[in-house]
């Protein structure tokens, strides 16, 4: 016997939480693109899409978000400081994928440095992950480690009924038994079967990559330029990715008062890196891509014993030029070691 | 906005003020500014924190904030001061600023020189352009001590007589009978008056030779610079483990963040600016 | 012999014989329906190259390449008409020397790849007038009807909305032939004429910038809204301005090598009605 949560019940389940203070927001299909959102009713949720087109990431680090504000008087400068201050919110219907890679970010921005902005949100959100039992030519978490299933960076996991009328529920961390809580009149005993996770095929064998991107000799070897060369350096891949996590502080305003804001940024573009003199470390496409891809599955390795990629595969799904982790991966794990 | 304006001492992106108590100008372009911080909480926990060879982000709000070394000692805690070619927007800001004017500041960021293993031991500081700050940090830290270490000998390079940083300084080094100062400026770069070296730093300091036994090289520069100079260390016989170098690359968070100054498995913000030349070894040369 | 044989034993004679050292053309993508562009420099390699409906990208962008044709050697391009016309804008604009650009034309027709004469975009002049008049000829498209029929503050919120997705990748830009400036203005910090940050005000700046600075150059290839990862329908915005110039100067952009960008040139009898 296990907890089954019917479909019918979830916008019950979404008043219960509001009636908690707090907000649910799951995915969205909106203005021709889909993504996170705050919903009312579980009709608005879009639970048959794969994978939303834009990441959970945006929920904790959005691609523009205020820092500071400054006034600058005669005497004094005052500042003001944003921090997220948003109610509790239930996530609901994340995918695995996506869980995972905001586990994966909480390193970095934990790393002795603790980022509120990232933080705050973090820790006043529960992720209510769905299992997914479809997946598409693009999804390739098997290839990394994970699995239709994971359980990585959610606090309750969902798996879907043979029957499609709604989910058993895993309680995974005590935020998600907390949050479970509230909405324990709705989860009835049962025993129905969950229905068989979707078949997402091996593309590459992870190590053997990881092992040649080690190795210091296949640094400058031909490859990178070869398998970068149509490239056109957008921050698609990078904008699109669960776990990429760089970022710009820039102001904005006048000498007198503004804002000071942390906004996106990709090391797919040229100016990331360039200094003030002029001289570019990565001054060419390749040197990019080859980070980008050297930064995933070697340097945040090192650092952090994980790899930073959850084969979502948004990175190929919505590449204008059809790159991507998968190609670069299969390619590698094909070379002659 | 959902985001309402809460005080917060934690975080990490929040600057401290500080006011210019004097201006420098060092060479065409370049400043010195000295820096008091304004509150005394964010004075304590700078001299709490500050060693040689960390740096800082200072800023403007409206134009942001840029990196470089913090250029004083860690001897001398209760001011900072920096020294900059102005060439950016941040830059152009601050070089516009007057004593008595406030900036921002956050750091002490990165690691630093292990100046305790450098105890006992011959120093050999190497320096071109506008990268006498972060070498001159190292050097007043170890003068204000001076009884702790053997042989001083600074390598100094600019492009132009013109564009020495810190003449004053240079002459007082000059005058020490405890520290031997070797000056060049590039080829062509030489005054009518001028009585030092003319000729590339990697060059003149092959002629000056110094001795590799128990000496410690600090060596900055722009990159080409620390190429070549490497190479003539190496001829003098120096280890790379013996020789010290910092890592300039573009940063915007100084804590490990924003991803830019990333190179090799390295943040240069969190583990540097402070490397041994073996230490750049093992980093992707085609990405520095 | 299908149009695609045909294709790949011109691209192998070319390169055999050293015409072009290098043919872009399209390749098979991760999944049946994707193409993907490809670069081939070896005669061995040209049987990759695949020509059918799904070729949609216009390649013309990619012989700007840092110093791909400074060697002054020659590159053959798979192009439709509108790359072609892209090609005669670079070359107006001094991005490059047409004589090093061979063309593989082709076009689209429904569900069928097309083969067009021509070995040189001088060659494809009659089709491009041809397109031009049909361009005169095409009624506006549905949406953009609906646009013009909104007064400006319906209008304004609905470009409002549209842009409020965007994410500031600058996926446009990089996609577009016709953005090759070294550094953008948006990239420009002193001063900062455009905001960086994608908030609403940002946003509109920014694609009002990029649609502006395309007046009487888009060749409405498509690259940008194919880019976008939000979708915003940014070639409604850019067929509207090949609209106006169209209509204001009679100008259809690259219809030759040698016509002058018609936001930069002047003739006496110009329209001014729009001066106030």
């Known amino acids: ?337 | 906005m959902t985001d309402t304006i809460i005080a917060a001492q934690n975080n990490i992106y929040r600057p401290a003020v500080m006011k210019i108590a004097a201006t420098r100008n060092e060479a065409p372009g370049v400043k010195t500014l000295r820096l008091e911080f304004q509150d005394t909480a964010d004075q304590e926990k700078f001299a709490a924190a500050y060693r040689t060879g960390m740096f800082g982000l200072y800023g403007i709000y409206g134009e942001g904030e840029s990196t470089f070394c913090v250029a004083s000692p860690e001897t001398r805690k209760d001011y900072i001061e920096c020294t900059f070619r102005q060439s950016g927007r941040v830059t152009t800001a601050l070089a516009a600023a007057e004593e008595g004017d406030r900036i921002t500041f956050r750091g002490p960021y990165g690691n630093r020189f292990p100046i305790e293993e450098f105890h006992g031991k011959n120093l050999l500081f190497i320096a071109g352009g506008i990268a006498l700050p972060p070498t001159r940090s190292v050097i007043w830290s170890c003068l204000d001590q001076r009884e702790k270490f053997g042989k001083i000998t600074i390598v100094y390079g600019a492009r132009t007589v013109a564009d020495l940083v810190y003449k004053q300084e240079l002459d007082e080094w000059a005058e020490r009978e405890d520290v031997e100062l070797v000056l060049t400026v590039d080829p062509g770069g030489e005054s009518p008056d001028w009585k030092h070296h003319v000729g590339f730093v990697p060059a003149i300091l092959e002629e000056a030779a110094p001795a590799p036994g128990n000496c410690v090289a600090v060596l900055c520069g722009p990159p080409i610079m620390i190429k070549f100079t490497l190479a003539s260390l190496k001829k003098l016989g120096f280890e790379e483990a013996n020789v010290y170098t910092t890592l300039e690359n573009r940063m915007k968070c100084g804590v490990g963040k924003c991803g830019r100054c990333n190179v090799g498995s390295v943040y240069v913000c969190k583990e540097g600016p402070v490397f041994t030349a073996e230490e750049v070894s093992a980093m992707p040369a085609a990405d520095l | 012999m299908s149009i695609q044989e045909q294709y790949r034993s011109r691209a192998k004679e070319l390169l055999r014989e050293g015409t072009v050292k290098m043919v872009i053309g399209y390749g098979a993508g991760t999944t049946p329906l994707r193409r993907r562009p490809i670069f081939i420099t070896s005669p061995d390699d040209a049987d990759r190259l695949v020509l059918d409906a799904a070729c949609r990208t216009n390649l013309a962008g990619y012989l700007l390449r840092e110093g791909l044709l400074a060697d002054q050697k020659s590159v053959a391009v798979f192009l439709t008409p509108d790359g072609v016309r892209t090609i005669n804008i670079l070359a107006a604009e001094s991005q490059l020397a047409t004589e090093q650009v061979i063309v593989l034309g082709f076009q689209i027709d429904g569900e069928n790849a097309r083969q067009l004469e021509g070995t040189r975009v001088a060659d494809f002049s009659g089709i491009i007038a041809e397109r031009k008049k049909k361009r005169k000829e095409q009624p506006s498209h549905e949406v953009a009807r609906k646009l013009e029929q909104m007064t400006s503050v319906e209008r304004f919120s609905f470009w409002e909305g549209e842009f409020s997705r965007c994410i500031k990748c600058y996926a446009c830009r990089a996609a577009c032939p016709m953005c090759w400036c070294r550094r953008c203005v948006v990239d420009n910090n002193q001063p900062q004429w455009v905001n960086t940050s994608s908030h609403t005000l940002g946003n509109l700046e920014w694609n009002l910038v990029r649609a502006f600075h395309l007046a009487g150059r888009c060749v409405e290839c498509g690259n940008c809204s194919e880019a976008c990862p939000v979708n915003i329908p940014l070639h409604l915005l850019n067929r509207r301005m090949t609209e106006e110039v169209l209509t204001a100067f009679d100008y259809y952009p690259g219809a030759d090598e040698h016509q002058e960008p018609v936001l930069a040139s002047f003739r006496k009898d110009d329209p001014e009605t729009f001066i106030l």
């Open chain 1, 1 to 337: 016997m296990t907890k089954i949560l019917y479909a019918n019940d979830l916008t019950a389940c979404f008043s219960l939480w509001r009636k908690e203070g707090m907000r649910v927001l799951g995915p969205v299909s909106k203005a021709k693109t889909s993504g996170f959102g705050e919903v009312q009713d579980a009709h608005e949720l879009d639970l048959n899409l794969v994978l939303t087109a834009r990441t959970l990431k945006e929920l904790f680090f959005p691609r523009t978000e205020p820092m500071f504000s400054y006034s600058i008087g005669k005497q004094k400068i005052e500042t003001g400081e944003f921090l997220p201050s948003e109610n509790a919110c239930i996530i609901f219907g994340a995918r695995p994928c996506d869980a995972a890679g905001m586990a994966i970010d909480d390193e970095l921005f934990n790393w002795d440095y603790r980022d509120e902005y990232w933080f705050r949100r973090r820790d006043r959100s529960v992720i209510i992950t769905i299992a997914c039992k479809e997946s598409d030519d693009f999804c390739m978490c098997t290839s990394l480690g994970l699995a239709p299933d994971s359980a990585k960076g959610s606090d309750v996991l969902l798996r879907p009924l043979a029957s499609g009328n709604g989910w058993r529920v895993e309680e995974l961390t005590p935020k998600g038994g907390k949050a479970l809580q509230p909405i324990a009149s709705l989860l009835k005993e049962g025993s129905e079967a969950a229905a068989p996770t979707a078949e997402v095929p091996l593309l590459f064998d992870l190590e053997a990559c990881t092992t040649w991107l080690a190795d210091p000799e296949n640094f400058e070897s031909h490859f990178w330029k070869e398998i970068s060369e149509r490239c056109i350096g957008c921050g698609t891949c990078t904008y699109l990715c669960p776990t990429c996590h760089c970022f710009d502080i820039q102001d904005e305003g006048d000498t007198y008062e503004g804002i000071r804001r942390k906004n996106w940024d990709s090391c797919s573009f040229q100016l990331f890196t360039m200094h003030t003199s002029g001289h570019n470390p990565r001054a060419t496409q390749s040197a990019r891509w080859r980070q980008r891809i050297m930064h995933k599955f070697n340097y945040f390795s090192d650092k952090f014993s994980v790899n930073s990629c959850t084969g979502c595969g948004r990175c190929t799904r919505e590449c204008p030029v059809d790159m991507g982790v998968r190609e670069t991966l299969q390619a590698i794990s094909t070379l002659q070691k």
